[in-house]
């Protein structure tokens, strides 16, 4: 059974920082290509961040120079360390995993993140 479980979310005051975490079990976790999207209330879920097996990252427009992705194989987790947090940051935080070419995809559950004074 395949399961990504978010974890790291929270309340933080404009201009902090949060990192997000999320672990994977059930799959070949360093095969796959892994991200976190987000969705605010009313609007669509939009890519924030991926990182794919060989560590190329990609990044939204609105979050690049202030949150970072990362990897760690061995411990099947994928990070998203977010700086300089603004209001518009607020959205529930999802975790993604696919093997590019392959079926299916996987999502995690989402964990909230609220930024606000």
């Known amino acids: 059974q395949v399961q990504l479980v978010e974890s790291g979310g929270g309340l933080v005051q404009p201009g902090g920082s949060l990192r997000l975490s999320c672990a994977a079990s059930?799959?070949?976790?360093?095969?796959?290509?892994v991200g976190w999207y987000r969705q605010a209330p009313g609007k669509q879920r939009e890519l924030v961040a991926t990182i794919t097996k060989d560590r190329n990252t990609n990044y939204a427009d609105a979050v690049k120079g202030r949150f970072t992705i990362s990897r760690d194989n061995p411990k099947n987790t994928v990070y998203l360390q977010m700086n300089s947090l603004n209001p518009e940051d607020t959205a529930t935080y999802y975790c993604?995993?696919?093997?590019?070419?392959?079926?299916?995809?996987?999502w995690g559950q989402g964990t909230q993140v609220t930024v606000s004074s």
């Open positions: 993604h995993a696919v093997w590019i070419g392959k079926t299916p995809d996987y």
């Open positions: 059930g799959i070949i976790f360093r095969f796959y290509t």
